[in-house]
């Protein structure tokens, strides 16, 4: 018998948690939604999987026609506590009841206070600290940069290579990858916001010198800041502690202590963008507290409502006391349901340590991809932490991105009913973010799946 060090409690489910595909799909009825959806929905926003949902829960999602699929992907990261989890649901019921709406700046309401006061809590550091709500993540990010100007007097922002921060104006500039973010064959979306600067990340996987250290990959960015910005305009910089749409990259240990002490030495505001990587994801409440890296300001999103649109930022109380009332907000920003959301999956995650659910499906997976990776040609790295584990794919033999064999998988994954996210700049990584609560017999049936999809590539 081992014994068990936590007490936590188990997630309680709705929907059999099983995957099950009857015959081929999308079957009538999500072509027909298909053909609605053609007449009236903007070509811009495509999705990835043909089928039309009509219920989720846990690690399941089920179709219009009967089909269930294995969710690894949680909506991007979103549904960390599940797509219907009961707290949650309780919460936005017993909100909607009362109000759905006042508008924080107009008559304002606990659940608010309620929120920021749970992630002053959360967050890292031990100053004061300050909240500010939004809707989306991208909000969020475009309102921490306003902040780091104002409370520093600059204007210059640094982003990294492979960095995704959003498709609004000023955070399709901080973003990288070019199609689709910021254009396409058919134009591009820009002019891009201005005062926007791009250095080099930690990316192990492809240094060109393969033994820089972490240390040393953020003396590049430094010295870059250094010659061709200038400390005395660089307001701040703003990093994914690990890299979500670029590539789920890990930055080599020491890359992000390094940086945050330089910016603290010379008033730059470091922001982690924790949209992605937050909220027990990594196996910590914040992927910074791996390396012990404290923010001056934080940007999350994602996780942070079991699936309410519901944004922050959280950080030191000087920097955003800095901004004058009423410079910050917005009509939606902090809605009384997604606050109530918010409360509410804080509490599953706490209450069924979530945190360390993540670090399970890390041994889980990790352990089944690594020894994929001795029997196949074509892993070039397994990386991750937590719940945020990805596959980089190459050409056998070499570095070479291999997206043809990534793409190849995710569809063939899909055809048995396990929903498999990509990314990367290459196009050649298949993401795994299942949701937390995912049981492990379902979470081995989906990595059945792929890797037989895996060693099926030729
Ligand atoms: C998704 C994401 C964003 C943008 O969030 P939206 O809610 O889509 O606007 C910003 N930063 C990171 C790291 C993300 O992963």
Redo the contacts with the bound molecule.
Sequence with gaps: MTTQTTHALQPQFRLEQKRRITGSFPGPKSVALNERRSAVVAKGVASGVPVYVADADGGIVHDVDGNSFIDLGSG?AVTSVGASDPAVVAAVREQVEHFTHTCFMVTPYEGYIAVAEKLAELTPGDFEKRTVLFN????A?ENAVKVARVATGRTAVVAFDHA????TNL?MALTAKSLPYKGGPAGNFGPFASEVYRVPMSYPFREENPSISGAEAARRAITMMEKQIGVESLAGIII?PIQ??GGFIVPAEGFLPTLAEWARENGVVFIA?E??SGFCRTGEWFAVNHEGVVPDLITM??GIAGGMPL?AVTGRADLLDAVHPGGLGGTYGGNPVACAAALAAIDTMTDLDLSARARRIEEIVVARLRKLQSETGIIGEVRGRGAMLAIEFVMPGSKEPNPVATKAIAAACLEEGVIILTCGTYGNVVRLLPPLVIGEELLNDGLDVLEAAIRAVK
């Design positions: 991007i989306s993540g991208a909000e990010v995704y921060h959003g498709r955070t994914e979500g749409e963008d949209v992605q999103a994602k944004s």
